[in-house]
T-cell receptor
Framework: AQKITQTQPGMFVQEKEAVTLDCTYD???????LFWYKQPSSGEMIFLIY??????QNATEGRYSLNFQKARKSANLVISASQLGDSAMYFC????????????FGAGTRLTVKP | DVKVTQSSRYLVKRTGEKVFLECVQD?????MFWYRQDPGLGLRLIYF???????EKGDIPEGYSVSREKKERFSLILESASTNQTSMYLC????????????FGPGTRLTVT
């Protein structure tokens, strides 16, 4: 079975600084996708970034980048130049090739950006 | 604009009641999912469906069942609600394949008293 681990329940970062949110995963699938979602206090789930297991380059989307280290089974999210609006819950998720492409999430990290 | 809708934002039910949570998507997605979200536990997969009438158990299926009679609709059923099922329930849909993100509904906050 797939498992996602986010070991940081809460993180603080100063506005305009960069922050890394940790995510490790465990799977026996050879092909899988890794996702990060943001959930602000409004409760909506916002898709941020995707990394495929066979992608050689780390994914980037604006201020978001994914530090993918396949051998270590980690997929950390890096947010550059933090903004107050980045304060939210962040979830790491994985989708495997087998078992009909089900999707599992981690416990999440609550990020607070300080002015 | 893609959309996943859930029948209620807030629901209060009594212990022992049968509860139906409905989810509808308008994107013709094959895959649909039900999660519950609790503080400190993240999103836990209850059930998902990869096609009409097809379903798979997730990590916490006990006390729940699902129904998918039409492609656009996926229902979560609490056969006999209990207080430990008080939670936020999130529905999601997506195309099949590891490269596709999920689209989420707004969630239903269920309170069982």
């Amino acid at each position: 079975a797939q498992k996602i681990t986010q070991t940081q329940p809460g993180m603080f970062v100063q506005e305009k600084e960069a922050v890394t949110l940790d995510c490790t995963y465990d799977t026996s699938d050879q092909s899988y996708g890794l996702f990060w979602y943001k959930q602000p206090s409004s409760g909506e789930m916002i898709f941020l970034i995707y990394q495929g297991s066979y992608d050689e380059q780390n994914a980037t989307e604006g201020r978001y980048s994914l530090n993918f280290q396949k051998a270590r089974k980690s997929a950390n999210l890096v947010i550059s130049a933090s903004q107050l609006g980045d304060s939210a819950m962040y979830f790491c998720a994985m989708r495997g090739l087998y078992n009909n492409n089900d999707m599992r999430f981690g416990a999440g990290t609550r990020l607070t950006v300080k002015p | 604009d893609v959309k996943v809708t859930q029948s209620s934002r807030y629901l209060v039910k009594r212990t022992g009641e049968k509860v139906f949570l409905e989810c509808v998507q308008d994107m013709d997605h094959e895959n649909m999912f039900w999660y519950r979200q609790d503080p400190g536990l993240g999103l836990r997969l209850i059930y998902f469906s990869y096609d009409v009438k097809m379903k798979e158990k997730g990590d916490i299926p006990e006390g729940y069942s699902v129904s998918r009679e039409k492609k656009e609709r996926f229902s979560l059923i609490l056969e006999s609600a209990s207080t430990n099922q008080t939670s936020m329930y999130l529905c999601a849909s997506s195309p099949p394949g590891i490269g596709y993100e999920q689209y989420f509904g707004p969630g239903t906050r269920l309170t069982v008293t």
